[in-house]
């Protein structure tokens, strides 16, 4: 039907709390074809990490995820164990924003980077070997077969995150799921990082998911940027066009309290209160509790994606502001 | 003439045999300033920060507050002016807060410290307190974990400002929050230095933030500081290289991320 490579459609995730569901993701739709890069961004709370972990199934234990998940045309929620293996492991893959926590620290780098290509992809350990050295070039550490020795607490958190990609690009997945890669990292460090990743996506036509709470660093990355709140996607737009005409009250209020290196403000235009989680909002928008532009039109029913000017809103009063 | 509340001197810290964390670093910081710290990880500015409350002892050079020269371990009397004088805040407010102690009685009891108060006075000053960072008597019964990450940042701020410091340091206080509270504290901040004169030293590697924040800015890479200036013109026309660099590297409409060498091949200057 579509040439999209991931399609999520009213993506839901509830946790057991007690006799009770928490939901902590609701009716997410988001479509990411084949190169593209796609931005998440939210505050924190807003869904986005468990929005990607749902792609790959890893929801907390004892969750209810519901909706279509496709990549590549295969259901997502209807695969087996050894079917889903396979998508984790050679056709998706996740960087997380913590690269420490997530790479064995008492096993060297070499093992690291070598692992996945000898077990998933039955590459012989010489050449698993040869072709960590050269993605340890390809993602600017020269000097690979030293790090390769190396472990992780020898490392930087800069160079590390490279060496997490470095393993990401062993398996070349057609899919990045980035989960605020560059967080912890210097801006010089970020710069870098995400210029690597950017070229080796363009190289290898590898799609991705950039999830952060930094729309200006989104914007400057990425094709497409959807925007999260308490679990949704309250707009969706092409990075070009949502810097200029943010269309939902909440982007256009995330733009504004930014402070900028180029302005000062006496004050800072500042959103009200504090983001919230699925679970925690009211009926009616989400946003509402935090809204300038609210009526009493807000109230009735969450307000739906619908499309206006090329972009996606989900506000009722969209075309007024 | 302003009256300069911080005077950092040849500042040094040598941490073990040869590792120099902080060198021959020298700033003063006037009544009612806001000075900005900036640089990349590991460029020494939390080190600095410790030498200025003391929780750190410099190896070289000389630090005074308020006029006296900071020297030797503080007896309590001591360390109590200490405490009026400077205060810090740092960016995780809840390793530094009591989980069983109640956000009342955590302001409650620095005022009990520092200021001859009767009971009633006391929670009195420290629901004035609260509601100066922009939270309520309901949150004063609450415990930290009870409160978002923004909440406690604000509750650390309020603790901080309860002693009347003349001089708040704030390590990336900010830096962990999300964009809505980082906005709302950034302006409380402001609204704070603008009633009282407090003076701030800003720690951050976020340029934006510090622009918004500070009027001047030291710059320092590997322990030293490498550029100073009024922050709007450090920012505008930076003259080194380094924050040059930096300030290339932060994301905003038209920007594209870039790689510190070139080519793929050959690992970037400076890097461990
Ligand atoms: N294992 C878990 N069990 C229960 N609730 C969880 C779990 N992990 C996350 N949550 C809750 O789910 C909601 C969404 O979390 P998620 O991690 O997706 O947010 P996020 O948008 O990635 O935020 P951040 O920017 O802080 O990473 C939050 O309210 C969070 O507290
Ligand atoms: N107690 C210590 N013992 C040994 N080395 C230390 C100690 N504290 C700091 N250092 C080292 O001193 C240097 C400066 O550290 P510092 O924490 O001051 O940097 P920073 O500018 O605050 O960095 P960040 O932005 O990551 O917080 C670093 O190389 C650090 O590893
Ligand atoms: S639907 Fe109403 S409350 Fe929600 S964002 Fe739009 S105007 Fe604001
Ligand atoms: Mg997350
Ligand atoms: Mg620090």
């Known amino acids: 039907m579509s040439n999209d490579l991931l399609v999520l459609d009213q993506v839901r995730l509830d946790i057991p709390a007690g006799r009770d569901w928490r939901t902590l993701v609701e009716n997410v739709s988001l479509t990411i ?8 961004v939210g505050e924190s709370g807003s869904g986005k990490s468990m929005t990607a972990r749902s792609v790959l199934r890893l929801a907390p234990p004892g969750a209810r995820l519901s909706g279509r998940i496709e990549f590549d045309g295969t259901p997502v929620l209807d695969l087996g164990p050894r079917d889903l293996r396979a998508l984790r492991t050679r056709r998706i893959a996740m960087i997380f924003q913590d690269p420490r926590a997530h790479i064995n620290p008492v096993r060297s780098i070499g093992d690291f980077l070598t692992e996945a290509m000898v077990t998933h992809l039955s590459v012989p350990a010489r050449e698993a070997h040869a072709r960590a050295v050269r993605l340890l070039a390809d993602v600017g550490i ?22 997490m990609i470095a393993s990401v690009l062993a398996v070349e997945p057609d899919l990045v799921l980035a989960d605020e890669p560059t967080t912890a990292l210097d801006v010089t460090t970020q710069s870098e990082v995400m210029a690597i990743l950017d070229d080796l996506r363009r190289e290898r036509g590898m799609a991705m998911l950039l999830i952060t709470h930094d729309l200006e660093l989104a914007a400057a990355t990425c094709d497409r940027i959807a925007v999260m709140y308490a679990g949704r996607i309250l707009e969706v737009q092409s990075a070009e066009t949502l810097v200029q005409t943010p269309r939902h009250p909440y982007t256009t209020g995330l733009m504004v309290s930014r402070p900028s290196i180029d302005r000062v403000a006496h004050r800072l235009p500042v959103i009200a209160g504090r983001p919230v989680a699925a679970f925690e909002a009211g009926a009616g928008c989400a946003f509402q509790p935090r809204c300038t532009q609210a009526g009493p039109e807000c109230l009735t029913g969450r307000p739906p994606l619908r499309e206006l000017a090329g972009a996606h809103v989900a506000c009722v009063r969209a075309e007024e502001s | 003439m302003t009256e300069i509340l911080v005077r950092a001197d040849g500042l040094q810290k040598v941490f073990g045999k040869d590792m120099v964390a902080v060198d021959d670093v020298s700033f003063t910081v006037a009544r009612g300033q806001s000075l900005a710290v900036v640089g990349e990880s590991g460029s020494g500015k939390t080190t600095v920060a410790r030498m200025l409350l003391g929780l750190e002892t410099p190896t070289g050079g000389t630090i005074s507050v308020c006029g006296r020269v900071r020297q030797g371990r503080a007896g309590s009397a001591e360390r109590r002016r200490r405490a009026r004088e400077i205060q810090i805040v740092f960016q995780d407010p809840y390793s530094s807060l009591d989980p069983l102690q109640h956000i009342g009685d955590v302001i409650e009891t620095g005022l009990a410290l520092h200021f001859p108060l009767t009971a009633t006075e006391r929670r009195t000053r420290a629901l004035e307190l609260l509601e100066a960072v922009g939270l309520t008597e309901r949150h004063a019964v609450m415990l930290p974990r009870q409160l978002s990450g923004g909440q406690r940042q604000r509750v650390a701020i309020a603790r901080a400002i309860a002693v009347e410091p003349k001089v708040l340091v704030l390590d990336e206080a900010v830096a962990a929050l999300d964009v809505s509270i980082q906005a709302q504290i950034l302006n409380l901040l402001a609204d704070i230095r ?65 790689r510190r060498t070139p080519s793929p091949s050959g690992s970037p200057a400076g890097t461990p």
């Open chain 1, 33 to 40: 074809a084949p190169g593209e890069a796609v931005g998440l």
């Open chain 2, 194 to 258: 603008e009633r009282t004169g407090i003076s701030y030293v800003f720690i951050s590697h976020d340029l934006a933030v510090v622009n918004q924040i500070s009027d001047t800015a030291i710059v320092m890479a590997a322990g030293r500081v490498v550029e100073r200036g009024p922050t709007a013109e450090l920012l505008r026309t930076p003259q080194e290289d380094y924050t040059k660099a930096l300030l290339a590297a932060v994301p905003r409409p038209g920007w594209k991320p870039r």
């Open chain 1, 142 to 163: 020269a000097d690979g077969e030293r790090r390769m020795r190396q472990h992780p607490h020898e490392l930087s958190g800069g160079l590390l995150q490279r060496v």
